[in-house]
Every structure is written in structure tokens, then in C-alpha cells.
């Protein structure tokens, strides 16, 4: 986990692109932390951590 | 590409409910969806498509399903709904019955999406589906329950029947079909789960969410088409292009 930011509801998970698929359906199976429903969804897959944040910023500027 | 949540299930009596369902979907990027009203599609008031038609963001195809008790039953349905422009679906654990439903090109998709009914797909469903068209439907919403026993045997067979469909090539799609919010999840979050759990190349599962359910979309437009005879066969008119 490389970020995470509970008030934008985001976070950004670094992993190899063999695992990728292994992350991310992993991450949908989970509906429930500590009694709370959660859905956690993938919203974009980039190959550079430069890319993710250029994409955080361009989401939160949105926002 | 676009990737559908091919089975999302309303209320066609509380508006609320679709609101708040399209917001999620909306929240989770799911930009193309087909909608099935819980209570039949026959009764619901064009004020109702054109509220949800304004929902400018989304692609919304509306689809029915049937669950007949029997042959006669499945045939009546079929003789009342024969002018409805969705697409139709069949669920039974009925032999026969799916068997007919497979036959009858006014059926447009077989659904094979709980825990009783997966158990009884047999290739030859497969091969009269294929022979018609058709498709086959399944439905990843049976593996987000809390129970691990229940999810486990839902795995195995999903697992079975996924495999026997690609070792038939048989048309088939892939739907969430989830009744609580908190289970629904993106299209390309399912594939992911389709392929690691189920063991379905990657092209394969992402066909299932996409290419295969805009087919199915094609065949209803198809089977509305009074010029349309078969796959392959369209009376031209004078000027058409096509």
C-alpha cells in the first residue's frame, strides 16, 4: 500500500502486473471491515507510480 | 471496451431504489447496464423509462426474466411477452423446459444464475444454444455471500460449469446479479475474479462482460427486425445499404 486517504475515499496499491488480476479480485471479494459494509474498487491500473499520482491529482482536482 | 453489469435488479414501484442503485453504479464507473424490473416489465409506466432514461450517463437496456413452472407455463409467457422489445430470459431447473427454451428463438438467453440451477446445464443446452444463437448466462453475485461453506460449493460449481461451457465454445455472459448495493462491484473488478478463481483467459472472461452481451443486444434488435429472417439472412429494400 503506497497511499491511502480515508476522506477521498482512495488508495494506491503498488504490485507486479503477474499479480495484478490476483490484487484486484482479491480487493472485490471483501465487502466487510470490522462490521462495516465497504466496497473497495479498482479505478485505474497504470505502469508507473508517477502515472497513479498524475491521475490522483487530476480525479481530486475534479472532485 | 465497454463492460456490462448485465443483470441489475430493480424496483419498478420505488423510484428511490432505482435512484439509488444508479448512483452506486454511477459512483463505480459502471457506465452500461441492463436493468430487470423485480415485478415484470408489462406494468411499468413510460414515465418511469423516460426518469431513468435521464440518466444521461448510462447505456440502460431493459431485460426480462422467466422462471416457468412447467412447459405450458414457459409457453404462455413467451405468447404475452412476444412484442416486448427487452431482452428475454429463461430460468428453470427444469430439463425440459430448458430445453424448449433453448429451441424457441424468441428466447434470447438461457440463465443458469442460482446455486440449484447451475447444477443442471448438460451440453446439450450447450449445443441448442449454439444451434439458436442464444446464450447462456451466470452470475458471479453468488460468490459475495458472507457464508464460506456456501461460497465454496457456489465455486466449485460455477468452476464446473464455466468449464464445461469453454470446453463447448459456447456463447455465454457473465452478470454480477447482486442484491445487496455493497456487493455490487465494476465489471473489470468481476473479470478480474473470473479469471483468477474460475480459471478463464483473460480475452475469454472479458468477452463474457463485453462482446458476447453486445451480441446478445444485437440478437433482440435482430428478432425485432421484421426484414430479419436468420443469422445472416435480412430482406433489403430498395436503397437500403445494408
Sequence with gaps: MLDVNFEDNFGIIHCSHQTKEIVMSSLTLINEISGNQVILSPIKTTGTIRNIKNVKDLMLNKK | ?242
Design chain 2, 1 to 242: 471496451m465497454p463492460y456490462f453489469e448485465s443483470r441489475l435488479k430493480v424496483n419498478s414501484n420505488d423510484f428511490e431504489d432505482i435512484e439509488q442503485k444508479l448512483d452506486f453504479c454511477k459512483n463505480l464507473g459502471i457506465k452500461y447496464l441492463i436493468l430487470e424490473f423485480e415485478n415484470g416489465v408489462k406494468n411499468i409506466k413510460p414515465e418511469l423509462m423516460d426518469k431513468i432514461s435521464s440518466f444521461s450517463e448510462f447505456k440502460i437496456y431493459y431485460r426480462t426474466t422467466f422462471k416457468p413452472k412447467n412447459l405450458d407455463d414457459l409457453r404462455n409467457k413467451l405468447k404475452q411477452y412476444i412484442n416486448v422489445s427487452n431482452i428475454i430470459a429463461v430460468e428453470s431447473t427444469d430439463k425440459e423446459v430448458q430445453i424448449q427454451a433453448a429451441r424457441d428463438s424468441r428466447v434470447d438467453l438461457i440463465s443458469f444464475s442460482d446455486e440449484n440451477v447451475i447444477k443442471t446445464l448438460t451440453p446439450g443446452i450447450i449445443s441448442l444454444t449454439k444451434q439458436n444463437n442464444s446464450f447462456i448466462e451466470f452470475s458471479l453475485g453468488l460468490l459475495m455471500t458472507k457464508s464460506k461453506v456456501i461460497q465454496s460449493r457456489v465455486l466449485r460449481s460455477l468452476y464446473r460449469a464455466l468449464q464445461l461451457s469453454m470446453q463447448l465454445n459456447a456463447n455465454f455472459i457473465i452478470s454480477g446479479n447482486v442484491d445487496n448495493f455493497y456487493n455490487l462491484r465494476h465489471p473489470r473488478a468481476l473479470i478480474s475474479v473470473s479469471h483468477t478463481l474460475l480459471s478463464i483467459p483473460l480475452l475469454t472472461a472479458k468477452k463474457a462482460f463485453s462482446d458476447n452481451v453486445l451480441a446478445l443486444i444485437n440478437r433482440v434488435k435482430m428478432r425485432q427486425d421484421k426484414n430479419y429472417y436468420e443469422l445472416g439472412v435480412k430482406l433489403i429494400g430498395r436503397g437500403d445499404i445494408q
